[in-house]
């Protein structure tokens, strides 16, 4: 009797992800609709349309057997939902309130500590493990990549997501933007090689800061750190890495990496608690 494979949906043939990365795409363009009435169905709809998307790439990227295809058909992985992204908040015109907006509009500039405070653990996995070798243009392909990424899931979850939930309370708004952003990291599962654990522990790390960085970009009026300290994250990843793919954690860095995240978390939720002026709740420094 067989062993049953230890890595289920990494293994499974590049059709078959293709096939229900396709489905689950066309299922959430089929969602779509106009960012009304609390904007959940429209925030839900470019969850599921994503994932879709990038799980079918996966499929592709899977599906290649020569070395440049691995290096290049990745790209495809994040310009297809960068440029569809690009394409909704251009339609909409929501660029400025998804955040991207001018330093003069920039609101609680000493909110960037907290960010830059995300930056210690993996600056101390850096120190640890030190630089992984790499060629240079190995290096500047994953750093592009990285870039493009990074703007991909900024613009979708702290920019269209969050604009779109609009009418719910801050709290709110700010739990599902960060939920939506944790299961975003799904397709990872396809990924070939992937390790299951690490995928769940990286959906759940990104959950719990997310909550932070969602918090920041609300109190400061734009995107812009937010985006810079995920991609310094990233990068120092890929230094240390190679690569900023999931991996398994060790029990006391899990333990260690959750605590120090659940701090960010709860940061992020003082950040957005309502504040007694005048008689009437408001959120200072939420638009």
Not at 26 to 41: H, I, K
Not at 66 to 93: D, N
Not at 174 to 185: D, E, N, Q, Y
Request: include cysteine; aromatic fraction near 12%; charged fraction near 10%.
């Amino acid at each position: 009797m067989g062993l049953v494979a230890p890595h289920f949906l990494p293994g499974l043939d590049w059709l078959v992800k293709i096939s229900i990365g396709l489905i689950v795409a066309t299922a959430g363009v089929l969602l779509f609709r106009q960012p009304r009435r609390g904007g959940l169905g429209f925030a839900l709809a470019l969850f599921i349309a994503q994932t879709g998307t990038l799980v079918a790439i996966r499929g592709l990227v899977a599906a290649g057997t020569s070395s440049r295809w691995q290096y290049i058909m990745p790209f495809g992985l994040v310009l297809v939902p960068a440029l569809f992204v690009t394409f909704i908040l251009t339609r909409l015109g929501w660029w400025r309130r998804a955040g991207f907006t001018w330093p003069g509009a920039w609101r609680a500039p000493h909110l960037a500590v907290p960010l830059v405070a995300t930056l210690a653990l993996p600056i101390v996995g850096l120190s640890a493990r030190g630089f992984m070798p790499t060629i240079a243009l190995v290096l500047a392909l994953q750093i592009v990549f990285m870039l493009v990424d990074v703007f991909m899931e900024e613009a979708t979850y702290r920019g269209l997501v969050l604009e779109a939930l609009a009418r719910y309370p801050a709290l709110s708004r700010v739990l599902i933007c960060s939920l939506l952003f944790g299961l975003s990291h799904v397709d990872n599962l396809f990924l070939p090689g992937a390790d299951e654990l690490g995928v769940v522990y990286q959906m759940f790390e990104a959950a719990l800061i997310g909550v932070l960085f969602a918090a920041a970009r609300l109190r400061m009026n734009t995107i812009w750190p937010v985006i810079a300290i995920h991609a310094a994250y990233d990068f120092i990843l890929i230094l240390a890495f190679g690569h900023a793919s999931p991996v398994a954690p060790t029990l006391p860095g899990f333990l260690v990496d959750t605590a120090v995240n659940l701090g960010l978390a709860g940061l992020g939720l003082f950040l957005i608690r309502p504040r007694h002026s005048g008689g009437v709740f408001a959120l200072e420094g939420v638009a």
